[in-house]
Structure formats: C-alpha cells, structure tokens
C-alpha cells in the first residue's frame, strides 16, 4: 500500500531561521508527492509538487522541496522562517494503484515560528 | 484562494439524521474528490466523482453518497449520521487529464460539521 509518513507532529523554529519539515514516502514506482499547508479553521492550499525532473522543487511562498530517492524522502523547506508561516503542514502522495487521482495524506506537521 | 467553494461554512446535526454538503469547483476542472479530516488527523479519502459518475471510493460506508452535476458542481450526503462522522469536509477540484500529468487538487475551505 502506498503511505506517507510525516514522523514530527510538531517543528519549532525562531523567526528567520531555516526551516524543515520531514516526509517520507512508501510507494511502488515512481512517485507524485505534494505538500499542502492549512491555516486554522482553512481549507488546504496547494504549495508545491514533484511530478519528475528535478530534485529540487520550488513552490509558492519561498518554500521548496528535496526529492530523494534513495533515502524515500520529500523533506519542505525555506532559508528563513517568517511567523506568518505557522500552520499545518500536510505530504501526499496521489495513489496510482486505481482510476482515481486520489490522495494520500501524511498525519501532518504543527510548524510554529517563534518571533 | 482556489476558485473551490463548499456551503455551509458550519453545520450542527442530530445523530442519525442526514446532510447534505455542496461543492462548486474550479472554473475548467472536471473532477470532484471529498475528503474527511477529523480533529488531529491527514484529510482521508471519500470518493471521487468524474463525469457525473463515482470514479473511485474509499473506506466509507454507503450511507455517503454523491453527485455530480453538468457544470462540474457536487454534493455529498451523509445518512444516518453518527457521532464519529463530526469532521471538516473538504471538496477538491482537479483535471482528470491534465497537461504535464500536474495532478494537483485544489481545496475548497471546508465544512466543519458536528454530530451531537
């Protein structure tokens, strides 16, 4: 079955410090990964994704992505966290095993950016 | 903001009465996913709709159900409701076929409902 694990509920970091926020993923073939961010009381928004081509993925709001193969991981990351960065980070993975593009999503991780 | 709007914004039901939650999508997509997120939890997969026709389920009961319509818009409903069913819906919108395989789903900001 294809899975992502989010293994922090929750990563600490001072205002304008660099940022990390872990995902790794369980998938046969090549994968299709993407990370979401939800503010309180918010529906998803749509960062960035790594469909193929490069490793290194940039999104929206300075964030950027590392795709790694050997070690399965899909680590979301920015130089300099901002306060207004503070949400739930979500790491999916679209389930290529039906007709559906489907989903599936890590338990998340709390990012709380200290002032 | 995505072009993705759900009503109502929040709903408050009685055990084992029935909903019904509503979605319009992204202006051009054609492919409508609902997803549960319960408190603390990764949004879970309810189905998918494509066509006006069900393209996909996932571990939920039959008492959700779906539609489609024409213009791409969607409703779920939820019978006999239960306690463990108070979650945030969340509507997605996507292009089954999309140049690039991009596969991105864009989320509409939710329903919260609860089930007392």
Known sequence: AQSVAQPEDQVNVAEG????????YSVSGNPYLFWYVQYPNRGLQFLLKYIT???LVKGSYGFEA??????????LKKP???????????????????????LIFGTGTLLAVQP | ETGVTQSPTHLIKTRGQQVT?????????????WYQQA????????????????????????????????????ELNVNALELDDS??????????????????????????????
């Open chain 1, 53 to 55: 081509g490069d490793n």
């Open chain 2, 39 to 74: 408190l603390g939890q990764g949004p879970q997969f309810i189905f998918q709709y494509y066509r006006e026709e069900e393209n996909g389920r996932g571990n939920f009961p039959p008492r959700f159900s779906g539609l489609q319509f024409p213009n791409y818009s969607s």
């Open chain 1, 66 to 75: 590392e795709f790694n193969k050997s070690q399965t991981s899909f680590h």
């Open chain 1, 80 to 102: 300099s966290a901002l306060v207004s960065d503070s949400a739930l980070y979500f790491c999916a993975v679209r389930d290529k095993s039906g007709a559906t593009n489907k």
């Open chain 1, 17 to 24: 410090n660099p940022l990390t926020v872990k995902c790794t």
């Open chain 2, 21 to 33: 939650l509503r979605c319009s999508s992204q202006s051009g997509h054609n492919t409508v996913s």
């Open chain 2, 87 to 116: 979650a945030l819906y969340l509507c997605a919108s996507s292009l089954k076929f999309s140049a690039g395989g991009s596969y991105e789903q864009y989320f509409g900001p939710g329903t919260r409902l609860t089930v007392t």
